[in-house]
């Protein structure tokens, strides 16, 4: 059984770095040896690993400069306040507009309107009214993930079979212990399907923010190398922010499976 | 199954019984006014086990919610013990249809949050636990999460979690629907057996009627659409119950009888166009012998 389980790790490690493999040889034909005309700019693999890890790096910023960290710690710092804010204030104002009928009444027809707003939309205002284009970029970063929290959480509330309503009404439970005993955990799953989504558009309108009007971090960075010609610095960027976002990805479902280890149960693990 | 009628043992006083007069109970849908039960009068006796048969869509399951206070009737009245009923309490303990444990709660506490929510203190709650998870043999799997349990696990579970409370009334509707044959005859036999025991005020709602007839003191009929009382059977067969008596005469007759009352129904329902009707017809025309139920027919 175990050494199953080997072969098929090792099967699919093998398959993801062949994977891999094929995306930076067609990455590497198509700059470094085709030289096609629209690809003349762009840095060809192996240049941009080169700069990546290099002691003198041309941009200023490599794995071994402070440069680099600092952008990353600028860009993650936001993220994690934005989407920390997302998460206590959607989640429980999703918990109580599924729990509460008439509060749910008020206020869905507004998140309705408001959530389908791309998250840029809302920099003309976040700059008029925020002060400092700090906690803009925060706002702008936190408004997305709220409401991806808030609908999910929503959703989770609704998703609970009524008969676990009825069962803990006649087991004599008070509204109190209905909400933190039933509608807390039921909506679990969801909600941690919505923090997943909310930590993707996180990272979206994060590098949107900083672009627009940022100051530091990996999305002006970006706009940056981009303005000065260093393409290299544009690429290995992006690379930091797919990693960072699998990163964060990875360590919300790790909270979600310790949390939920009877849903993982049911899938028979 | 505990020996020598257990049932003389306990204060049968201390259990409750339930009154249905005159429930009328409508519902508006799309304008259409629909009335599911109309001047029901029921009664289910303190201490004992009354099954309720009869087709799809004859408003068992209303009954059920209206008795569990879960639903109010539009006429008529329900009273626990004289009591009438305004909502649901705990002196009335539902087991759901489909299984309602708690998927995200163990088995422990799955079966003590009854305990947990009227503030019963933890060590009394772990002293009733432990009896109770032994007496339906699921102590070993205390810690165990109910979907890791066998579809009879969980219903036992549920039972466990329903009888910690220790209410006056039990309330059952179609527990055992799901379970494969022979799960659920075990189920049954495990079923009557705590009921022999304990002799609680029992409500069981179901669809077979080998199953009705051996578990019930009590077999009521209801007619379809609108849904009330058709007739009610005593049944007499001697306790503690026993598989063979499913093939005994008197079983047989009566059998027959509650067979002969139910089909009136479901065709009834099968020529309103129930869908699960259809299948109650199929059922009884197997159980009953196919050219019989032909003859009945005209």
Redesign the interface.
Known sequence: MQRLKEIFTDRQMYRAVLGMLAFVTVWYLLTAVFNLPRFRQIPNPLAVLKEWVSFEPVSGRSLFTGEYYLDIAYSVGRTLIAFSLATVLGVSLGLIMGWNRMFFDFTFPIVEILRPMPPLSWIPLAVLILPGVEIAVIYVTFIAAFFATILNTLLGVFSI?R??F?????????PK?IFL??VV??S?PFIFTGLQIAMGVSWMSLVAGEIISGQRGLGYAIYEGYSLFQYDQVIIYMFTLGILGYISSAGIRAVGRRL????A??RGA | MSGNNGRGITNRDIFGEVRVEGVTKKYEKEGQCQTVLEECSLHVQRGKLTVLMGPSGCGKTVLINLI?G?EKPTAGRVYIDDTPVTG???D???V?Q?T?L????TVYSNVT??C???GISRGETKERAELILKKVGLYEFRDK?P??LSGGMQRRAELA?AMI?DPKIMILDEPFRGLDAMTRQLMQGFYVGLFEEIGRTNFFVTHEVDEAIFLADRLVIMTFQPGKVKAEIDIDLPRPRDVRMLASARFMEIRGQAIDLLYEEAAKAFSAGSKTAYDLMGALVAQKGACNCLDDKK
């Open positions: 079979d008969n676990y009825l069962a803990a009404k006649c087991l004599g439970s008070k212990d005993n039933v955990p039921g679990l939920m280890s009877w849903e149960r049911r | 569990a879960y649901p309490g705990r009335r303990l539902v759901f489909e309602a708690f998927p995200w709660m949050f009854g947990r929510a009227q999460y979907t890791q979690r409370n």
